[in-house]
């Protein structure tokens, strides 16, 4: 697989520079600006899915090679509310095919991490739960822990043994058929849904803030030359 395709975004592209721009300005000043442009509807579905999103249950990817799960990877994340993936790019950089997340990639946080120490510090107060097929726990179970990073592995290798000696305990996926493994990808969707099963929205408000923001720049065609003129009414 050619891993540099055109649609092939590395984690800095997932964010579109303008979004970036945007980010770095006050967000309640980009909310106070846009949304009067943008319909009550809009206003609700946007405030009403960030409300859901969580942040104790995060996804750990380590050293992930192909875009597409890269990107499937994303999708799930995106579909059951996780707001934070954390990639460790041991070999390659991480990519992301975007004709499989399919514009999920702009609402996801992806981090990414070039060795197992500054990773585990940035997972402070979380279990990590490494799958695997042999796992003590069972999906539903991940819904019990309070804060619970899913650690998946890379689709040849694994999870690397530094990462395996950092986490707290092991899941596994059931299965009755006669294959003895799952893709990443399905995998990581199948713990992902356990885990954020019944699971309240817990995003920091300036998480929640910022998000509303990007979701109003995304609904307002011309956000742009509005924030300019607000820039330089001040």
């Not at 050619?2 to 006050?26: H, K, M, Q, T, Y």
């Not at 460790?88 to 946080?109: C, M, N, Y």
């Not at 092991?170 to 199948?190: C, H, Y």
């Amino acid at each position: 697989m050619r891993r540099r395709n055109p649609g092939n975004l590395l984690r800095d592209e997932l964010l579109p520079e303008r979004i970036a721009r945007v980010e770095s300005l006050d967000p309640e000043r980009v909310i106070r600006e846009l949304e009067p442009l943008v319909t009550e509807p809009r206003r609700e579905r946007l405030k009403g899915v960030i409300a859901r999103r969580v942040d104790g249950v995060r996804v750990v990817f380590d050293n992930p090679y192909d875009p597409h799960n890269g990107a499937a990877v994303i999708r799930t994340c995106e579909a059951f509310g996780v707001q934070r993936l954390a990639v460790l790019e041991r070999t390659k950089p991480f990519l992301a095919a975007s004709t499989v997340s399919r514009g999920a990639h702009k609402w996801i946080d992806v981090s990414t991490f070039q060795s197992v120490g500054p990773l585990i510090t940035s997972l402070e107060g979380f279990t990590l739960a490494l799958a695997e097929p042999g796992g003590e726990l069972v999906p539903p179970d991940l819904a019990r822990i309070p804060k619970v990073a899913l650690v998946v592995g890379n689709e040849q290798k694994g999870v690397g043994d530094d990462l395996r000696a950092k986490c707290n305990t092991t899941v596994r996926v059931p299965m009755r058929g006669f294959v003895e493994s799952l893709n990443v990808s399905v995998t990581t969707a199948i713990l992902v849904a356990a885990a954020t099963e019944g699971r309240p929205g817990d995003l920091s408000e300036m998480d929640r803030l910022r998000l509303y923001a990007r979701g109003l720049y995304f609904s307002v065609q011309h956000a742009d030359e509005v924030l300019t003129i607000g820039r330089e009414a001040r």
